[in-house]
């Protein structure tokens, strides 16, 4: 299959300049600068049905939409804060095919009228980010950014903003107070960032493969990109898979890829050959999916995944084999939650504080059957009382977990009950 | 010496980014140069950054605190960043971090007695397909991080010092 997002995987050297433009390289920007209005911009990428890769799957071109129009500037921000454990794809998309996003950043802006754009990469990108600054310095040089592009009224600028080791920060809005100099803690919403964004103006926060999508739908029409995928979900998703699979990696695959096909095909099967127990679609703040035949031939889109109980998010699929036990694996989620935990909503600071040392007592063996009824508890009286998603997702495993994995806790407090 | 005499270019530079009415934003950026060279922040740093940014020193503290990549004491001058989240823990991070506490001689957060490497416990690192994964942070290139698939059990200290 030929690439759409992963391109330097078929074209060596496309993140040089030169081969990028010789790949039709920024021809769609340039179309959509001298040809198109915004409005009809953003009609394409919602004819398309490209909808959020960073995990919520919201459609991208009706967010667009919503940007106020009566409150000026306007901003795009690029969340390159990936750091749902388990997902590695927009790492691999910013060095390997790195124009392709930038251009994506450069029409989302266009389309929403913005001037100024910035990328915010989680600190530990520091080298990416000096990578991108050299892109985006040639981008300049060539034409593609600064004032009066393609001898148009349209001027543009990109910047890069590292943030510092807070998984927080890929929360739009606790990325957005971030970048205003604060400690990234989430806001209330609404309103939400189309009409309340950075500095209090309206923005758009999209994610990398989100935006790497749309300088390909601009050139081939919405029309092809609907052609594959699903009905529910159009077009093609990296999957990051992980865990115990053979070979790791990054898969670029249509909607509607089953988990057999992605674990057994793409991923060469389970180590030791050993049977799949469970699966966690989304990451650490995954839902934690049993496995059975039914499962494996699900076809992994948005839709389909939620009648299994869980969702795709971002499609960072964690592999589980059967030698490893649910009690170990909501221990190690719910010590990274506690970990990023922002503090500011008391049900995610509290609730973390206590279902880790809950998860931390039954994983040692020094639990009893109350402790597991106990932390069922705690996770269940969170549940939609969080200030966002950080809060809801670090009950999701443990829930699922004890619910659908009920011997391996009774197992893990055997000693005690 | 203050931030602006010692990196001018580099202070105007940051704060161009931002609109002047939001200098605020520079606060990050700051930061990392102010810990560019010893790897951690001065009270001295955080009172230029303060008076830059034209907020208060207790603000300029409260970012340091929330982010765990600002350090505010003196530590190693390599930081060995091992990560033990769950797709690395699959593929026996837990292990390796064990291994490197025996071959290093510390635990984790703590520095070796020649100064030269502390040893952190991390969260993901967005490389999950290299897992177990670590990387490795060193004040002369301070803008660069090595990511290091499967490193080497043993020779780590001579291994940073070539880096």
Redesign the interface.
């Given at each position: 299959m030929t690439h759409i997002l992963l391109r330097h995987r078929d074209i060596p050297d496309i993140n040089t300049l030169n081969v990028y433009k010789k790949n039709g390289g920024f021809a769609a920007f340039k179309k959509a600068v001298t040809k198109m209005k915004p409005a009809e911009v953003t009609e394409v990428v919602k004819n398309s049905g490209l909808r959020g890769r960073g995990g919520a799957g919201f459609p991208t071109g009706m967010k667009w939409a919503f940007i106020d129009k009566n409150n000026w500037p306007h901003y795009v921000v690029a969340n390159a804060d990936e750091s749902e454990p388990g997902t590695f794809k927009d790492r691999e998309i910013m060095e390997g095919n790195p124009f392709q996003f930038l251009e994506g950043v450069a029409i989302a802006s266009y389309a929403i009228g913005a001037n100024a754009a910035y990328v915010y990469l989680r600190g530990e990108f520091w080298e990416l980010a000096a990578f991108l600054d050299e892109k985006i310095a040639e981008m300049e040089e060539a034409g593609y950014l600064g004032e009066d592009l393609f001898g148009t009224d349209y001027s543009l600028k990109i910047y890069t903003h590292l943030g510092a080791g807070a998984y927080i920060c890929g929360e739009e809005t606790a990325l957005l107070e971030s970048l205003e100099g604060k400690r990234g803690q989430p806001r209330v919403r609404p309103p939400f960032p189309p009409s309340y964004g950075l500095y209090g103006k309206p923005t758009i926060v999209n994610n990398v493969e989100t935006l790497t999508n749309v300088p390909l739908i601009l050139a081939n029409g919405a029309d092809w990109y609907k052609s594959m995928g699903t009905v529910d979900s159009a077009g093609v998703k990296i999957f990051s898979l992980s865990g115990r699979v053979r070979k790791p990696g990054n898969y670029e695959l249509p909607f509607g890829t089953t988990f057999r096909q992605l674990i057994y095909e793409y991923g060469m099967g389970i180590q030791e050959g050993r049977p799949v127990k469970a699966i966690m679609p989304a990451g650490a703040s995954s839902s934690l999916i049993a496995v059975d035949d039914k499962v494996l031939d699900t076809p992994m889109d948005y839709a389909a995944v939620r009648t299994l109980g869980a969702d795709l998010g971002s499609a960072s699929v964690i592999v589980l084999d059967d030698t490893v036990s649910m009690d170990w694996v909501v221990n190690k989620t719910i010590h990274f939650f506690k970990h990023e935990s922002c503090g500011k909503c008391t049900t995610c600071r509290e609730g973390n504080y206590w279902m880790r040392n809950l998860t931390e007592r039954i994983h040692s063996g020094k639990g009893t059957g109350a402790d597991v009824d106990l932390l069922l508890n705690v996770a269940k009286q969170m549940q939609g009382k969080c200030l966002c998603a950080l809060g809801e997702f670090s009950t999701m495993a443990v829930v699922t977990g004890i619910e659908r994995f009920p011997q391996d806790f009774k197992q893990a407090v055997r000693s005690n009950s | 010496m203050s931030l602006e005499k010692k990196y001018p270019k580099e202070v105007k530079q940051l704060l161009a980014?931002?609109?002047p009415e939001?200098k605020?934003?520079?606060?990050?950026?700051l930061?990392?140069l102010a810990q560019r060279e010893e790897g951690y922040i001065t009270r001295e740093a955080m009172q230029d950054i303060a008076r830059i940014?034209e907020?208060t020193e207790t603000e300029v503290a409260?970012?340091v605190g929330?982010?765990?990549?600002?350090h505010d004491k003196k530590e190693g001058k390599y930081r060995m960043?091992v990560c033990t989240?769950?797709?690395c823990?699959?593929?026996g991070a837990d292990e390796f971090l064990d291994n490197l506490c025996a071959n290093l001689g510390i635990k984790v957060g703590e520095t070796t007695e020649d100064g030269l490497v502390t040893l952190e416990s991390?969260?993901?690192?967005?490389?999950?397909?290299r897992?177990p994964m670590f990387?490795t942070q060193g004040p002369r290139r301070?803008?660069?991080?090595r990511v290091h698939d499967r490193g080497p059990h043993h020779g780590i200290g001579r291994g940073v010092e070539e880096e």
């Open positions: - | 980014k931002y609109p939001h605020r934003s520079a606060v990050m950026p930061l990392y940014l907020i409260s970012i929330f982010y765990t990549l600002y960043q989240d769950l797709p823990a699959l593929r991390v969260m993901c690192l967005a490389a999950c397909d897992a990387q301070h803008q660069v991080s």
